[in-house]
Structure formats: structure tokens, C-alpha cells
């Protein structure tokens, strides 16, 4: 009987180790998951703020050529203002599916990766 009590004992302290193992796990794995996402948000916020000074740099260039081109420099101005507007009101009625679905897809798919797939 004492036999028993004794393997039970060591049993039910396994099993305590195995589910503290387990809990230490998946918080890892989550703090693993949550630095990637974290990470690439950050490296594409980067990418954006550089690629809006792109953007900014480029399109007083555009429009000053325009301008000179046209000979009234601020319809080159409007001209590149327009073009901006367009292209917002374009985005904005198609923003489910350039900027909401894209980023939810990728940020599942992060979320999901198997440890495969990161080496």
C-alpha cells in the first residue's frame, strides 16, 4: 500500500513539473510571437515614414516641374494635389481590401508560423 501512495505521490509530481513545463512554454511562445508582430510593426513603420519623405521630396519636385512646364507654378501644385486626392478617394473605397484584409492576413499568418517554417 505504501508502494501505492509513494508512485502516486511521484506521478502527481510529474505531472505538476509536466503543466509548469507546459505554462512555461506557451509563455514563451507567446512572448516569442508578440516580438515578431511588435518587431514588424516597427520595421514597417520605419519603412513608411521613410517612404513618405520619398513621397513628400518627390512630389514638391513633381510639382515644381509641372509648374514650371505649365508656366503657372502653383497649377503644378494643384495638379500634384489633385492627383493625391484621387488616389485617397481611390484607397478609401477599396481600403477592405488593400490595407484591412493584407495586414490581418499578415499578421495571422506571423502569429501562426511553425517553428519549421521561422528556421
Known amino acids: 500500500m505504501s508502494d501505492t501512495i509513494d508512485k502516486i505521490e511521484g506521478l502527481t509530481e510529474h505531472v505538476k513539473e509536466f503543466v509548469n513545463t507546459r505554462v512555461e512554454l506557451a509563455k514563451l511562445r507567446i512572448a516569442e510571437k508578440t516580438s515578431l508582430v511588435i518587431g514588424n510593426i516597427i520595421a514597417v513603420g520605419v519603412v513608411a515614414v521613410l517612404f513618405l519623405f520619398v513621397i513628400v521630396f518627390g512630389s514638391f519636385a513633381g510639382a515644381w516641374v509641372l509648374g514650371d512646364w505649365i508656366g ?23 481600403r477592405q481590401r488593400l490595407i484591412r ?11 501562426h508560423k511553425d517553428e519549421e517554417d521561422e528556421s
Do not use: E
Not at 78 to 89: D, K, M, P, Q, T
Open 101 to 111: 484584409f493584407p495586414v490581418m492576413n499578415a499578421i495571422i499568418r506571423q502569429l
Open 72 to 94: 503657372m507654378r502653383y497649377a503644378g501644385f494643384l495638379i500634384v494635389a489633385g492627383f493625391y486626392l484621387l488616389v485617397a478617394i481611390i484607397v478609401w473605397f477599396a
